[in-house]
């Protein structure tokens, strides 16, 4: 029998991962997989989470199971944070799941199980997973234009004749900040544009917010969430702790269902509960419980806060100056995109051969679309990449 499993698609970050690990050379930059690292390249626990896991080690007393949809107090915690007062609290189903990717493919599949022949329109380029799950799930990805690679900024004229082809029930697939791999968001307008082209089609926005905070602040970061919640009948959203609390590996994310009154978030909230069960019946607590109690005690709060404007702010000084060294050493803008992208990731529109030569010249890893994560960089690798990339004839 196993001998008629077919050989799967390596995932080609991991891949860089273990090419970077067995590179001998001494000075090497590893701006491929997306975790934050600080200065030293060390990716931290973050002070409130740590105060929070002392709390909850001393006050823990049983490790049975929670409720299948995870812990009130976390879903209602996540439910703030992603949506504030966008919508009445009782219109909204969630279920913990581990991370955001567990999310993603919760609210796949609900929108699969709700209509068997939703398509996703995933914008180009997205997350590879997004492409992944939907195809291992059965689910027909349509890409829709998002990204002009000459430019780094959003096509959003593309983007919108492409959406034009959505059919009702069909969902779009959107990054609330930080889209993954490019680094360009839309701005405020333009959520409002999409939001009246899927209303008017009767298409269902699916939000994929991973990264809020790691952008322009945490409210800002979800105002294309809100606005789609306040404006959208009926929303699918995944969201992630693992980078704005930095609990990676205790995968840690919530699916949110917005529906249209009481009733219907009764269905959606048994429906995801039923998902958890065939899935992984109860989703992790371990992180859940921290970004609860975190969320939930004023001082722990305002840490992590401090603490996530940090990483912002970091991550921002960082574009800064790699955008500046690049125009200094060009003596153009070209590159002026780095500053204007936001959270961990930019695409820097080089050629895969490009790539390749950065790699093997210089020991700069990054993605093979150009993909950099800014948080791999510190003040002193900036000028290593900048000239690099001249070098090579980026
Ligand atoms: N969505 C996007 C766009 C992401 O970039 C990621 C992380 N790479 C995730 C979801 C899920 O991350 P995790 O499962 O680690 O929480």
Request: proline content about 5%; overall charge negative.
């Amino acid at each position: 029998m196993l001998n008629d499993l077919t050989t799967q698609p390596p995932d080609k970050i991991l891949e860089l991962m273990q090419m970077f690990r067995a590179d001998p050379r001494p000075v090497k930059i590893d701006l491929g997989v997306g975790v934050y690292k600080d200065a030293t390249g060390h990716t931290p626990i973050m002070r409130a989470i740590k105060a929070a896991e002392q709390k909850w080690w001393e006050s823990e007393d049983s490790k049975s199971y929670t409720a299948l949809a995870g812990d009130a107090g976390f879903l209602d915690a996540m439910v703030a944070l992603v949506l504030d007062d966008a919508v009445a609290r009782e219109k909204v189903a969630a279920c913990a799941t581990p991370g955001g990717t567990g999310a993603v493919r919760q609210a796949f599949e609900l929108a699969q199980m709700a209509n068997p022949k939703a398509r996703v329109f995933t914008s180009d380029p997205t997350w590879p997973n997004h492409l992944s799950i939907l195809k291992h799930i059965g689910m027909e990805a349509v890409p829709y234009r998002y990204f002009d690679n000459d430019s780094g900024a959003v096509s959003f004229d593309g983007m919108l004749a492409d959406l034009a082809a959505v059919e009702t029930g069909d969902v779009v697939l959107l990054h609330g900040c930080c889209h993954n791999p490019t680094g360009a968001n839309l701005t405020l307008p333009e959520w409002q544009a999409v939001i009246e082209l899927m209303n008017a089609k009767g298409a269902i926005p699916m939000i994929d917010i991973a990264y809020q905070g790691f952008g322009d602040g945490l409210e800002e970061d979800a105002a294309g969430t809100r606005l789609v919640a306040r404006s959208c009948p009926e929303v699918l959203i995944a969201a992630s702790c693992s980078k704005n609390f930095g609990i990676y590996r205790e995968r840690t994310g919530c699916t949110m269902v917005i529906c249209q009154d009481q009733a219907q978030r009764d269905l959606a909230q048994a429906n995801l509960a039923h998902l958890n069960r065939q899935t992984y019946s109860f989703p992790p607590d371990h992180g859940a419980r921290l970004v609860t109690l975190v969320m939930n005690d004023d001082a722990l709060r305002a840490d992590w806060q401090a603490e996530l404007e940090e990483v912002r702010l970091g991550m921002l000084a960082l574009r800064e100056q790699l955008a500046g060294e690049l125009q200094r050493l060009t003596g153009s803008d070209r590159f002026g995109f780095i500053a204007q992208h936001r959270g961990m990731f930019s695409r820097l529109g080089l050629s895969p051969e490009v790539v390749k030569r950065l790699r093997e010249e210089h020991a700069i890893y990054m993605v093979g679309d150009s993909r950099i994560n800014v948080a791999g960089l510190n003040s002193e690798t900036v000028p290593i990449l900048a000239k690099a990339i001249v070098e090579v004839g980026g």
